[in-house]
Every structure is written in C-alpha cells, then in structure tokens.
C-alpha cells in the first residue's frame, strides 16, 4: 500500500466474512417468514375483532328501539351507533355488508380463471374491489377476510392465506341434512314409559338437531346463491 491507497485485494472479502454473510442472510430470511406468517395470524385476528364490533352494533341498533323509541318517547337519546362512511363521487363503490360480502366474493372469483384454484385473499379482494365492491367496516380487509371464513363454500387452502372455493359443499349439505332429518324423526319416538331424564335428553337432542338443521339449510341456500343452481 502506498500513499494510503489500498489495492482491490485489500477489499476483498474474506472467507470467514463471506460465510458471515451467508449466516446472517439465512437468519434475516427466517426472521421474514416468521413475521409473514404473525402478520396473517395478527390479520385474521383482526378481522375477529372487527366482525364482533360490527355485531355488537347491530346489537345496539336493538336495544335502541326496544328500549327508547317505545310508547312515542325516549327516556334518554338514544346510544350513538357509528356507521362507516364511503365517499360520494365517481370512484365510490358499491358497499356490502354480511353475507353480501360473500355472496359477491364467490360470485366475482367463479367467473374467473382462478375459480378452481388457491388464491390469495389480498388478490381475492383486489378482484372484488376491481368489480366496484367493497366490504363495510373501520377495516375493509380484514371484514373481507372474516366473511371468507364464514363462507360455506370457501375453505382454506394450503400456505397461510389462501383460500379456494368449494364446489362440493351443496352435496355434502344436502347427504347431511337427509342424515339430520332421519335423526330428528327418529328422535321424537320414545318409549312410552320413559323417565324424566329421557325426556329432558331427548328433548335436548332434538333442539340440537333442529338447529344444526337451520343451520345447514341456511348454508345450503347460500351455496346455491352464490356459486348457482347449477353447480350441485
């Protein structure tokens, strides 16, 4: 070296710093796909929270006629339940709540190539949004992410994230439903001399069908909106 100048092969890194390197990339690599990962479960959880706040309005909308716009007058005004807003003008689009949100999902990804495919939900909403819908709530995502997985024709698929449609489930509702009833017809002959616990359980069991059936019903009603009559 001379003149304080250094050479090319003064600056050339060493082995022990190339494999330093290395080390350190793999470690940051890691670090990426842990965060990638706590940011779907911090999303989902997200999209719980949000859908419960969205319920609890609902909720409070209730109280408010039951309990203050009775007999003409209010005792006190009425709690304040806050609504999310939409701007006015040229870009506003349509704003959907509930089962809206799905039914409009399903319907925009079975019209296109992905349709039998995993698909991102980030992508899934970039499609929704792209054909002038857009989910209601302080956070559109994460409503949108929450309606995915009330879905009854939607299901998860793979790597965190992706999610697919479920072409299947209006056959599979129908086979249990035919299950349900057979047990709910079954469940109300008894014996005749049957005790107070048999009555009170089979009591019990046949509420518990009668509500898994509405519940399937309902699933079922919503399949065949949203992916068609045509698709069992």
């Known amino acids: 070296m001379k003149g304080g100048m250094a050479t ?20 940051v690599e890691r670090e990426l ?21 969205d319920e609890l309005r609902g909720h409070l909308r209730v109280l408010n006629r039951f309990a203050y716009d009775q007999e ?8 304040r339940v ?3 807003v939409v701007p006015d003008g040229p870009q506003a689009k349509e704003l959907l709540k ?17 349709a039998h495919t995993p698909v991102h939900y980030r992508t899934w909403y970039e499609l929704l949004e ?16 929450t309606q995915l997985n009330r879905s009854p ?10 999610y697919a449609l479920d072409y299947s489930y209006p056959a599979r509702a129908r086979q249990r439903l035919e299950e349900l009833r057979l047990a709910l ?3 109300h002959e008894r014996p005749a001399n049957a005790d107070v616990e048999v009555i009170a359980s089979t009591r019990e069991r046949r509420d518990a069908l009668a509500s898994e059936i509405r519940a399937t019903e309902r699933g079922l009603e919503e399949a065949l909106r949203s992916l068609g009559e045509d698709s069992t």
């Open 185 to 187: 017809r079954r469940a």
């Open 72 to 79: 003409g007058h209010h005792a006190r005004p009425p709690l």
């Open 82 to 84: 806050i609504e999310s």
């Open 153 to 162: 024709v939607v299901h998860r698929a793979g790597r965190p994230g992706m």
């Open 8 to 27: 090319s092969e003064t600056w050339a890194p060493s082995r022990r710093m190339r494999s330093a390197a290395v080390a350190e990339r793999e470690r």
């Open 33 to 53: 796909r842990r965060l990638d990962v706590r940011r779907e479960e911090l999303a989902q959880e997200l999209a719980v929270m949000t859908t419960a706040a």
């Open 130 to 145: 792209g054909h002038g819908f857009t989910p209601g709530g302080k956070d559109p995502l994460a409503t949108f992410l």
């Open 98 to 114: 509930g089962s809206r949100i799905r039914d409009a999902a399903v319907r925009v990804l079975a019209g296109t190539d992905q």
